[in-house]
């Protein structure tokens, strides 16, 4: 019977705005992730308005941001 290694997590969800109503819990800032899509989408669910509050995530080994809300511009 083959084992499975637990992926590893390699991006990191970052709240720049305190998150009302967030999913993710108010006790930590960093929240990590092995999923691209899985990430960015509790990223955007995580904050009540995501084109008023900044959320990035971050790509770990790289330290790239990878995704982040557009808070506070004006298109």
Known sequence: ???LKAPPHDYRIENVDA???SLLPP???RHLFADYSL???V????VA????QEVRV???PSGE???RTSAGQAF
């Open 1 to 3: 019977m083959a084992t």
């Open 19 to 21: 998150a009302n109503g």
């Open 27 to 29: 006790s930590s800032s």
């Open 39 to 41: 990430a960015v989408a």
């Open 43 to 46: 990223a955007v669910k995580s």
């Open 49 to 52: 308005d995501p084109t008023r």
């Open 58 to 60: 971050v790509h770990i």
């Open 65 to 67: 941001v990878v995704f």
